[in-house]
């Protein structure tokens, strides 16, 4: 049994990218191109909501039976969400489809809130979520599915979970989901040009969505995180879980190392970069945005724990090497207890100092050395740095002064004197 939308997506997938289809293709391409567009954006949650604002309207003119407004009914609108997942499990699906797929998952958890973008085949009005719902619904669907381990976990966490958040049950199974797509396809699917992208964009969605169950507006207003368990740490967890469960059922247990260099190195590119390419903006209060940043320039959060992993639990590869860059490129590395470490790492691990992966984590650091204080803070407070991006976006003259009047306005001494510290910190 697939998602309702899972064949119109794989249609419109091989009429955009020319690929053979079992399945008739009556679309053209430029309608291939708006469902495609369609299936990335729509937001069934809020459609439902302006019917029910609608309804409640006309009950107030008279033109409307308060009767019939059920608010506990289900309506069966198809699954972007789970379409997409599909795909991306499917052992036929091309890597051009695999990689629209991924992207489809990492643009919704950008761009409105997870109970938002994780939607279901159904969905219920607002005031009408029930954990068991959204739980019943999600194993059911894996349970109809060929991947036993990914039903065997869900099945785990819907015996131990009954929260009463609707966010949280949906960012937590979607995290275990999410890790098991990366682990199965880098198990299952031969190693080329196309895993390193599929994999990191995979990373950027389990970064989103683990940021998104961290941090909301509520939290930074009770100035404490909304789960416990830090970003890094819940990216770990959750493909840790899937690692052990695949290597007891005999599955390569080399595609940990390829997949938790993957998903951690882009942590600070999907939090801490300015939006720009085939990354959207990100939708959240920019207070959580900030906090992330905090959090991830904490070396016991941050690099200390991505050194654990990518070293102890991993064998020295080529991605250790981009997933360092990656860390470098936005953040202060502690000199003693990182920089110093990775380069004898790599000097006593087959000469892969000389790779160019290497001489890029190596100009990462020497051009963080180059950062102004006033850069720093800028960065600090989640702001754009064309530092960063290289100097290829150009702001607008009311881009420049709104961003100015942030910074003035957030500027204490304390900050100043945090943003020197780190400047001397990146300079020696």
Not at 62 to 73: A, C, F, I, T, V
Not at 90 to 113: G, I, N, Y
Not at 402 to 420: L, P
Request: charged content about 20%.
């Amino acid at each position: 049994m697939y998602p309702l939308h899972y064949s119109d997506l794989r249609i419109a997938l091989s009429v955009l990218y020319s690929l053979p289809s079992s399945c008739p293709q009556n679309l053209t391409s430029q309608q291939a191109h708006d469902f495609l567009l369609s299936i990335q954006s729509r937001n069934v949650r809020r459609q439902l909501q302006s019917i029910q604002q609608s309804q409640i309207d006309m009950v107030k003119k008279g033109n409307y039976q308060k009767d019939d407004l059920n608010e506990n009914s289900f309506i069966t609108w198809g699954s972007s969400w789970l379409a997409s997942v599909m795909v991306l499990l499917s052992s036929d699906s091309h890597p051009a489809e695999r990689l629209f797929s991924a992207q489809t998952l990492m643009h919704r958890v950008r761009r409105v809130k997870l109970v938002e973008a994780i939607d279901l085949e159904i969905e219920t009005p607002p005031g009408g979520f029930n954990t068991e719902v959204i739980l019943s619904t999600y194993y059911k669907w894996i349970s109809l599915s060929s991947h036993d381990t990914l039903r065997d976990i869900i099945a785990d966490y819907f015996q131990s979970n009954r929260a009463q958040d609707e966010e949280k049950v949906k960012g937590e199974l979607s995290l275990l989901t999410v890790a098991y797509i990366a682990y199965h396809n880098a198990a299952t699917i031969p190693v080329d040009e196309h895993t390193q992208p599929l994999l990191t964009t995979l990373g950027a969605t389990m970064s989103a969505i683990s940021m998104r169950l961290r941090y909301t507006p509520q939290s930074i207003a009770d100035n404490m995180p909304a789960s416990p368990t830090p970003i890094v740490h819940m990216i770990l967890q959750a493909l840790e879980k899937i690692s052990t469960r695949c290597t007891l059922q005999n599955q390569a247990t080399s595609a940990f190392s390829l997949c938790a260099c993957a998903l951690l190195g882009a942590i600070p590119d999907t939090l801490l970069a300015s939006p720009g390419g085939a990354r959207g903006k990100f939708s959240i209060d920019p207070r959580c945005l900030v906090a992330a940043h905090k959090e991830l320039r904490n070396p016991d959060t941050g690099v200390h724990v991505v050194w654990q992993a990518t070293t102890i639990h991993t064998s020295p590869n080529l991605s250790l090497l981009w997933t360092f860059e990656r860390w470098a490129k936005y953040l202060p590395l502690p000199w003693e207890s990182f920089v110093q470490k990775t380069l004898d790492y790599l000097v006593t691990n087959g000469g892969m100092l000389q790779h160019p992966y290497a001489l890029s984590y190596l100009i990462a650091i020497f051009e963080g050395a180059s950062w102004k204080v006033d850069q720093i803070i800028t960065f600090s407070l989640g702001l754009d740095n064309q530092n960063v991006e290289g100097g290829k976006k150009k702001q607008s003259s009311k881009s420049k002064k709104r961003q100015k009047d942030i910074v003035k306005k957030s500027t204490t001494d304390f900050v100043v004197e945090e943003a020197k510290a780190e400047r001397i910190h990146r300079g020696d």
